[in-house]
């Protein structure tokens, strides 16, 4: 069975959708403090921006969104859905479960 996607994978997948303008670091604001913070004093490494929990038949994905306002944010979420159950076809998995936070960016300020 060929390897599952990768978090950078998928940030590249989803980056790659129009509409979607930025991703978030995935995680509580604590959770992000301590990394930074980590990372700073050279103890450790900044997350990722996807996480990814592939304990399962089926990979759990958790990200936070930043969409435009410029376009209908269902179309954008759908093209979101699609291409990461391609992503995972590819590599012969199933679709993942996605959760999802979307933040609407107001394309005059970006």
């Given at each position: 069975?060929?390897?599952?996607p990768?978090?950078?994978?998928?940030?590249?997948?989803?980056?790659?959708?129009r509409?979607?303008?930025?991703?978030?670091p995935?995680?509580?604001?604590?959770?992000?403090?301590v990394?930074?913070?980590?990372?700073?004093?050279?103890?450790?490494?900044?997350?990722?921006?996807v996480?990814?929990?592939?304990?399962?038949?089926?990979?759990?994905?958790t990200?936070?969104?930043?969409?435009?306002?410029?376009?209908?944010v269902l179309?954008?979420l759908?093209?979101?859905?699609?291409?990461l159950?391609?992503?995972?076809?590819?590599?012969?998995?199933?679709a993942?479960?996605?959760?999802?936070?979307?933040?609407?960016?107001?394309?005059?300020?970006?």
């Amino acid at each position: 069975m060929p390897f599952a996607p990768s978090a950078p994978d998928i940030e590249r997948a989803l980056l790659g959708i129009r509409g979607v303008v930025h991703l978030y670091p995935a995680g509580s604001a604590l959770s992000r403090a301590v990394d930074l913070g980590a990372a700073a004093w050279g103890v450790g490494e900044l997350r990722s921006r996807v996480r990814v929990v592939d304990a399962s038949a089926t990979a759990e994905i958790t990200v936070s969104l930043g969409v435009s306002a410029g376009r209908p944010v269902l179309e954008t979420l759908g093209d979101v859905t699609d291409a990461l159950a391609v992503l995972y076809a590819e590599a012969d998995r199933p679709a993942p479960i996605l959760h999802l936070t979307v933040v609407h960016l107001d394309d005059r300020l970006l």
